[in-house]
């Protein structure tokens, strides 16, 4: 491998108080090129020291920005949201250079992260609270929202710009200062957005990122001046991450990994289905926490959808991201890239059928790069660790079943519970399922049913440890907390105050 002279890496700083910082002393990692294999970039792991810098200027720059009135925060977001709209395709191509998705699917995400920062321009309006005139005799209540504090957000590799948008737009717009941690794997994209964010007009030390792995993570989870954590991952981390900050008195989000099914029934419209879930499996290598990952074909669609998908799924243009005409790009490291290939093998093992193998895949020129072919099993039962696990990579399966029943069921035992789809042209069928399936986020002839910003995202059981959604309404209720006051002025001809419980007249 030609790996650039070590000295030659340019580091990603953190940012911190309204600057960039490169604190010293501290343990380093290496950020990959997913294209080509290489290291491109170092990236620093924040220690407890560095956080407590971090939570210092959150929690100094909180005591004004909260005072802020939300139109003045709003006006700021509308800044920032022009500023995101003009350095998207930097942006995108940041997130291609070092997750490997293609470009034009790096600049859906990043307008979709976007949209988050467009809801919460509506700010002022969203934390409008309620009035009672006379709840007793000349006594009235109003109740108010209030930014909770310093909130941190931990997010995952797979979307470096919208994940981290599904937090700290709408924290901030409430009146809360924020501490980014985003994958050590994709360090540069939150940075960028602190860059922007201050130039938009954002006062110093309201929004902060601080990179790291574990260590990072606990010294946030630990540290008492942080107030609300958000967390978007892996299953067994969302649970640990909810636990531990619950523990030590936050309040907590926790967003899990996911199996998500598509349940195909044999009136479906077959050619539109498996377009629909070839790019709903394959689209960023599988790599989405809403990538279709287990189709359950039901009757007599199995035959002829495994047929078609087998081949839609051969004809992926896979290469490097930034080549125009790509549909695939790599794996986001090479360590990942061999996990999901010995899923492959563990399938075969556990006598699923191979319909298509995507072990052993290269890309001319990229040899070092982290590729894999598509895989398509069928015939895979419900014990299998291919169903049972996440797997996160291009390796789609398909169970069979013979009704709708039987595939509510299958679909209603699994643990995870993000996203689900049917594909049908029945809509009693379709209103049925709607109705049965529990499961956070339902499509209806959508393969990946990701909620617009003005709605919440977020899944049920192992996908979501936590009550409330991120973005949409659920947010400002996650990024505030409600305060109700009851007022009565004295000088008014009302009966004194008495020793009893207060009732109403
Ligand atoms: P991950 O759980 O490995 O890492 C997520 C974050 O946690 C990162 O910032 C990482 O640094 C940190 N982390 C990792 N190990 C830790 C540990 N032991 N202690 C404390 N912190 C730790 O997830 P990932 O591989 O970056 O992302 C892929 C996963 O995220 C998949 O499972 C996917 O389904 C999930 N995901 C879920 C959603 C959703 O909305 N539910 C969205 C995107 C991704």
Redesign the pocket.
Known sequence: MNQPAESKIESVPMWINGRAVNPGGVRMGGVFNPATGQVARRVPYASAAVVDEAVKAATAALADWRQWPPLRRARVMQRFLRLMEENQPALARIVTSEHGKTIADAMGSVQRGMEVAEFACGIPQLLKGEHSENVGTQVDTHSLRQPVGVCAG??????PVM?PMWMFPMAIACGNAFIL?????VPSASVRMAELFKQAGLPDGVFNVVH???EC??ALLAHGGIHAVS?????P??K??YETAARAGKRVQA????KNHAVVLPDADLEFTADALIGAAYGSAG???MAISAVVAVGAAADPLVALLSKKAQAIRIGPGDRDGIEMGPLVTAQHRDKVASYVDQGVKEGAKLVADGRGFSVKGHEDGFFLGTTLFDEVRPEMTIYRD?I?GPVLIVLRVATLEEAIALVNRNPYA?GVAIFTESGGAARRFENEIQVGMVGVNVPIPVPVAYYS???WKN??FGDLHVHGVESVKFYTRTKVVTTRWPHQDTPAPGFHMPTLG
Not at 154 to 159: L, S, Y
Not at 181 to 185: F, G, L, R
Not at 255 to 258: D, N
């Open positions: 931990i997010t995952p590799f797979n979307f994940v941690k985003p994958s050590e794997k790291g792995d574990k993570v606990d967390f978007v991952g892996s299953t981390i969302a640990y991450i967003l899990g990994g996911a790599e989405r926490c996440e996160f993000n995202f977020g899944g996908s979501l």
